[in-house]
């Protein structure tokens, strides 16, 4: 129902006016709707898929800021707990700084939209996609991408899009399409692609040692089912959509700088042939301030900083199309050299220090109790995660002075690949009960660092004793192509990363692939490059397991002496509160006195961790003197508790309590419990004489009192 009203002019209005297309995606519906929500955005799309909701909205500015030097795009994810039906947790109760899983689907709607937009457009730009519904099925993230795409289309911004997205399992041999939340246990992959209607643009995803063929046919398969998304959005633009707006011709002052920076092109050459990176950035660092204008103004010196690093750019990818050397001197598929060390941090559980070239990453790994997991809270509820992967990039690892402690986005993100790479290889909790952090810190960067992260990481776990399923190795690969002509680079610089066409990281085994991240700067590119690049980076990766192999070649078969020990023991299951204790103060004193972690799980089955073997043996001894059952005719000293008229309770053998009946005090006959003259607290004899109708049954009967010695 429509409340309709008459503006100043008396034309009818309404409040609303949604415009909608649908499409069958699979087995569900895809609904995109516009025109109900957040109407004084650029532009805005509620994408249902099921009972999932995703709302994107897209703001721009109408011009670019004096001096902005880059494109200032901001993308930001969120979820509702209210989308789920939760109360969030935390002592505010609402939703904080975003979650780590906020964060990374942030970047995965940033990466295929980001080289969209044309080179020259610099007005501020900020999509947020907000979840206000989620079914516990039809995950959202990939929802996310979609709405945002159709956002932007519809908003007039001049966007190259739209884009579509998919998500593409791997089931009993066959893709599957918008895998569920419930398939997450049955698939050997979960890949996210996403492009226009002409090419991939971003991939990202985790494979269970997968061969090269099969990742590529799920990146084919994915690309075209999102085919009809895209035309879905061309629909809804057709319709409702903004007019494009125009992008303002280069500023004549540019123009005239660019024509002045031309006579430095060879300078720019000969610090491109330079092989050492800082030396390099600093020769061409004084090739900019060389072509300042005297006196320039801030807004000269953006322009000039960026017409240096086009003519960079042009330079570096002319000489790779000319089949001439790299910057360092190699050719298209080799390899840095690479130096690898293990056992170098005598206190961490496993380390090691994986150099490759100018790109060092030195890793540890800890390895912790149940209680040391991550208590991950979110949508899909409350779970522990048991490995934990954190990625560090200090700034002296580039040279430079900057912000240092809480990590960015990109950080996030990295540690996020290597985590994925790694997840594939690990043993069961039922093989190997402990929490795993690996922590990489980046001591040096001059490409692809999350890669060496990935082979660090993998040296530490097999330093560290974890019986990997096999050692994994990551390499990025690039891509520089103008036209009809390309190459492909294998372990590509920082440089190389920075003005090429492509980021193309592969990690896997000598099986197969474990993690695929691609990033594509161009429109697109075509699935025969895909498919070279995934070969000639198979070669690299090979190589560079080779490598790693002659160091360590599977997991050492005893752990570190300093990593924690776990044992196990099962107690009756109607013992647990006694060995808990009141508001936990009996475990939790256990733990403090012998300093160890101890989990209980409702069948009654206790995990001690400790560092210490005698710490553990020691809470052990703690529960076995709580949990022990008494000796079917054994003599124990006990304590009265109680005195009623049939008879005295007393506590016996830890936490026990029974009665002695009247008739079993002395053995004769007694008229009254005064006669047996107890006092409550007062030390006695018992023997334990069983159980009747769930009462534990005591005697004095025939012991002495001062010996505890029955007599014959």
């Known amino acids: 129902m429509f409340n309709i ?15 909608r297309v649908e499409i069958k995606w699979g087995d569900e519906t895809l609904v995109l709707e516009t025109g109900r929500f957040a109407k004084q955005a650029t532009g805005a799309v509620m994408a249902t898929l099921g009972e999932t909701m995703v709302l994107a909205t897209v703001v721009a500015a109408k011009d670019a800021k004096p001096g902005q030097g880059f494109f200032p795009l901001t993308v930001d994810y969120q979820e509702k707990m209210a989308a789920a039906g939760k109360i969030p947790g935390g002592f505010e ?34 999509i947020i996609a907000t979840v206000f519904a989620y079914d516990k099925k039809n995950r959202p993230d990939v929802l996310a991408v979609i709405a945002s795409s159709a956002a932007l289309a519809l908003s007039g911004v001049p966007f190259q899009g739209p884009i579509g997205a998919a998500r593409v399992g791997y089931i009993d041999g066959k893709y599957v399409m918008n895998t569920y939340v419930q398939d997450k246990a049955n698939t050997a992959l979960d890949l996210v692609v996403a492009g ?9 995803s985790e494979a269970h040692e997968l061969p090269e063929d099969v990742m590529l046919g799920a990146v084919q398969a994915g690309f075209e089912h999102f085919q009809p998304v895209i035309k879905a959005i061309d629909e809804l633009v057709a319709k409702c959509g903004k007019a494009k707006w125009a992008v303002a011709p280069r500023d004549p002052g540019y123009v005239a700088l660019e024509k002045e920076c031309a006579k430095f092109e060879g300078q720019i050459a000969a610090a491109l042939g330079i092989a050492e990176k800082m030396e390099r950035l600093d020769a061409l660092a004084a090739v900019v301030n060389e072509a300042n204008p005297a006196e320039a103004t801030d807004q000269q010196k953006v322009w000039v900083s960026e017409i240096i690093d086009g003519m960079t750019a042009k330079v570096l990818r002319g000489d790779i199309l000319a089949d001439k050397p790299r910057i360092d001197g190699r050719d298209t598929k080799t390899v840095r050299p690479i130096e690898v060390e293990v056992g170098l941090l005598p206190r961490s559980h496993g380390s090691s ?59 996030l993100g990295h540690g996020n690949l290597a985590w994925r790479a790694l997840n594939p290889v690990l043993p069961l909790q039922s093989d190997f009960d402990f929490t795993i952090r690996l922590i990489s810190d980046i001591l040096e960067s001059n490409g692809s660092s999350s890669m060496a992260t990935v082979c660090g990481a993998t040296l530490a776990l097999m330093d560290g004793g974890v019986p990997v399923k096999a050692p994994v190795a990551g390499i990025a690969m690039g891509l520089i192509k103008e036209g009809d002509k390309y190459a492909i680079l294998t372990d590509i610089l920082g440089d190389e990363d920075h003005l090429g066409d492509m980021d193309f990281k592969v990690a896997g085994t000598d099986k ?39 160091v360590i070649k599977t997991p050492r078969k005893e752990m570190s002496k300093y990593a924690p ?37 409702d069948s009654g ?49 830890g936490s026990n309590e029974g009665l002695v009946h009247i008739s079993e005090v002395t053995g004769e006959r007694l008229k009254s419990m005064d006669e047996a003259k107890l006092k409550e607290g007062q030390k006695v004899f018992v023997k334990y004489v069983g159980m009747d109708r769930g009462k534990t049954r005591l005697s004095m009967k025939g012991i002495d009192q001062k010996t505890g010695v029955e007599k014959k």
């Open 196 to 204: 226009t209607k002409d090419g991939v643009l971003m991939v990202e």
């Open 353 to 411: 220090l994986f150099t490759r070239g100018e790109t060092q990453a030195i890793v540890s790994l800890t390895l912790g109790g149940g209680m040391d997991a991550k208590l991950i809270d979110d949508m899909d509820g409350k779970r522990d995660e048991r490995f934990l992967l954190n990625y560090n990039f200090p700034p002296f690892s580039v040279g430079e002075v900057g912000r240092f402690g809480v990590p960015k986005r990109r950080e």
């Open 512 to 550: 197969g692939v474990t993690a695929l991240q691609m990033d594509i700067k161009i429109t697109s590119i075509t699935f025969e490059i895909m498919k070279k690049a995934l070969a000639q980076a198979k070669d690299g990766r090979m190589h560079i397991l080779g490598v790693m192999k002659d």
């Open 93 to 126: 109760r609402r939703e904080g700084k975003p979650s780590l899983g906020e964060v990374l689907t942030g970047r995965l709607i940033d990466r295929p939209i980001r080289p969209l937009f044309p080179e020259g457009f610099m007005n501020e730009v900020q």
């Open 5 to 19: 009203f008459k503006n100043k002019k008396g034309n009818e209005m309404k409040l609303n006016n949604p415009q």
């Open 605 to 653: 089955l206790i995990k001690i961790t400790a560092t210490d073997v005698d710490n553990a043996n020691a809470a052990i001894a703690r529960i076995k003197g709580i949990v022990a059952e008494p000796e079917m005719n054994k003599i124990y000293e006990g304590t009265v508790s109680g005195i009623k008229d049939f008879g005295a309770f007393v506590k016996f053998f």
């Open 565 to 601: 020990q776990t044992l196990t023991m099962q107690i009756n299951p109607d013992k647990i509160r006694e060995v808990i204790g009141k508001g936990g103060s009996v475990i939790q004193g256990i733990t403090k006195e012998t300093n160890t972690q101890i989990d209980i799980d």
